[in-house]
């Protein structure tokens, strides 16, 4: 087994599929290439994650209000969803598994 080719071959893949509505829209919309990436990175960890795991996007609902908008929500999916429309979910605290924000580039933070 060549676990190490395995992954090479998921990152050459995403390197490919992560410009491909950039090269067709250019800069004429940052919001649907952004879009487009999270949709890729959502793809991806459907397929290697176990069923009793779901990915999406959306928000958290707690007594504390709602979260901001969630590139990557992962929840189990044995806990009720309050909303659920193809990719968008909203879901409580206690269903959230991960969450991802999704970014063109990494900057280094000050702190």
């Known amino acids: ?7 090479r071959s998921l990152t050459i893949e995403l390197e ?10 250019d800069d004429k ?3 649907t290439d952004g879009e487009w990436k999270e949709s890729v990175i959502r793809q991806v960890l459907r397929r290697h994650l176990p069923a009793s795991i779901a990915v999406g996007r959306g928000f ?3 007594a504390d209000g709602v979260s901001h908008q969630l590139d990557v929500l992962i929840s189990d999916v044995s806990k009720p969803v309050l909303f659920r429309d193809g990719d968008l979910v909203f879901v409580t605290p206690d269903a959230v598994v991960g969450i991802i924000e999704v970014k063109a580039r990494a900057t280094p933070a000050i702190v």
Do not use: P, T
């Not at 087994?1 to 992954?7: C, K, L, S």
């Open 1 to 7: 087994m060549r676990v190490e080719e395995y992954f």
């Open 16 to 25: 490919a599929l992560k410009d491909r509505v950039r090269h067709l829209i």
């Open 60 to 62: 958290v609902v707690s």
């Open 29 to 31: 919309h940052w919001q």
